[in-house]
């Protein structure tokens, strides 16, 4: 008998899932259909500020599979159709051709959710305004590019948000000529970062001739005669602007979910087992942007959106739905970004997540180079390591810095998988050689740092 | 009473410990008198390359601390004066003034044994004529500078061994305008990666125009009438050389320790316990290149000169002969290096390292890119895995590629380290944005492959 599985959501989690499961399962056993309401399948939305800046020339290049490609491998891919409905009890979703309106149930014997997130706007006045712009999909994307066509590499943009999205997309910006502000709510950019590590970061645009305002809170979008963002409103001034970005973080899409009575968790994710599987479903799957994941080293869920993760829970979810068997064990928190040839990375706790699960740290911040000092072009980075007091754990590393900086915080990344402490981390067997390290990698000077502060708190 | 600590070996592991040691204890506590044969004190013997390639300008950047500068530290440094005697049981050395001669005998209460590594130089006719360098000091390094500036900025190199110091000097040798022809004992350049990775390493030298000549044995250095060099004989061929350069690896330096009575292993490196504590001996220490280290992932004795190691092995000596703590838990085996612009790097055991200790293993090479796919300048890189048959335990991680490709070995390091599978690496949470990864880092696509063959084998 041919079983169906069915896949809400056709990017990275839901294809992945698909065609993990079809590697494992012919068509003869089981049959896929997925449903996307968008226009495109499998893209990376993490590519688009690349794509607006003008680095990527064209937008086919962040899409990793086309529809028709996900079909040649027997994948029923339905685009433009939208889930409206989850029937549990039935074993079946109601489905609406976007085009057509037309609608129709379908069963299931599997059930794959991934639905993604969808970008946080708040209902101010203007905020639909023309010239204001997501960027989440490639049709917003595309928007943005169109408004700064018309813009001829001139004019002023607000970008309002300090996080992942609003650094890239102030990068982007000033790429395409425009004079950028920042808006952010908080008291530094990069709220996943402690403000010390943050005010590097703000130091570093301001370096660039990026103003970024901060603790500041916007109250509407203003308009000008032609109906077009004109201004950006803050409780006390106005930013004049040719185009607004939107970069305020994302929300998990789990409204189907919930109206099904699924379990969502503190943040709004679907809350899964270590298959990936819903909890208390036999026959229901999650993952990618619309679900909380175990974080290993508070031991408490979080909320982390990232491409990266929803690769990972497509191959497991795919495993397990095609008669496999995987488990995605827990993020601990890394990530990655830049703006401009500034690098910033994180992973693990901050100092307010620590001390929000009740662990006691002591914190070590230290000044070191991508490269032996005498080597060229060698350059700074800033590593801020916590630790837990008392067992020297090693609980979050944050680096702030030029080339090279992004990709050490990797080190910490697998010495919080392993649980390492900090003393053991000073004697890791890292690569040296001038030209990509000083005889002390800046990890291990932090990790000696923080050695020593461990010991004289006691 | 004032304890005295002797310190034989002015470089990193001595001087490191001296320092350490200098940190903890006054100098009414402890006297630190250190010898040192050679005019420099603590240098980086790694960064000479780039020296004599031109990138560093001058040879004073590659001083870490100068004797004077010891000095100030209360360390009583005797550079220009070699040690000639351990007494262990008298508890004294007995030392010579290089410049005048004079002998004595300095007692010790702690000593610490850092003479390092001496190269390979075998006995062949010609071996000592004028225009052939070793690679080894600074010395050395400005009388090869002074051989190519008399070759104003032409003439032909050949180099003798293919190991890191043959690549990176054959490097610096092209940077210097010279053709560039290295001769190799072994099948493929970089005997420290298996022969496979070891072929794409030879590939790439051909294309920077660097001449590899595998499986030849060099017989003599031929030299013309004036005395100079004038070639390379092999058992088949001569290669003009106007130059050659010395890079056939080092030996641990013991001939004192030995001669002592102090227990060498099979490397003839001296054998420590975990606190770099010479096996069986109270009061003698003993580190850097000197030493044998515990392969953590063999569980042997290996002998792995590198500078990084000398630090920290100075670290733990001088916390202990300081009346503090400290271990040296063993290294994993990593590795770096560069030619032009290819990446070199390696961690764990090769192949035949395994097959040695009685591993079974299953290997996986991929090959993969730095950044996204889209992203500009994104650039290849080829990752093999090696992992234990049936466990599935990672036992090492070669990388050869461009930009970004050494030091994502550190990833492997630390999972080494950790006793990680390649299963549970597949699940690692790295950095991921386009700028720095692709969704699944290279790594992470190894781990994946290891995964199917470790099954697959059974």
Known sequence: MTERLVVIGGDAAGMSAASQARRLKGPDE??????????FSSFSACGIPYWVGGRVQDCSELIARTPAEHRERAIDLRMRTEVTAIDVA????????LESGAEEWTGYDKLVIATGARPVRPPLPGIDAPGVHGVQSLDDGQALLDSLVALEGGGRAVVVGAGYIGVEMAEALLDRGLEVTVLNRGAQPMVTLDPDMGRLVHEAMD????????????????????????????????????????????????ALAEAAGLPLGSYGGLLTDLSMRVRGRENIWAGG???????????RERYVPLGTHANKHGQVIGANAGGGYGTFPGV??????????LEIARTGLRERDAAEVGLQYVTATVESTNRAGYYPDSALMTVKMIAERRTGRLLGVQIVGREGAAKRVDIAAVALTAGMTVERMTALDLGYA????????????????????????G
């Open 30 to 39: 089981l049959e896929i259909v997925a449903f996307e309401r968008g226009h």
């Open 90 to 97: 039935g074993g079946r979703v109601r489905s609406r051709d």
């Open 207 to 254: 370096g660039l001739g990026i103003t970024t305002v901060n603790n500041t809170e916007v109250t509407a979008v203003l308009t000008g005669s032609d109906g077009r963002v004109r201004a950006v409103a803050t409780g006390d001034a106005e930013y004049p602007a040719d185009v607004v970005v939107l970069g305020m973080g994302v929300e998990p899409e789990t």
């Open 289 to 299: 942007d619309c679900v909380e994941v175990l974080d290993l080293v508070s031991g």
């Open 332 to 341: 601990v928190g890394t990530a990655v970004s830049k703006v401009c040839d």
């Open 434 to 457: 001038p030209p990509f390290s000083p005889v002390w990698d800046p990890v291990l000077v932090a990790a000696r740092k923080a050695v020593a502060k461990v010991r004289a708190e």
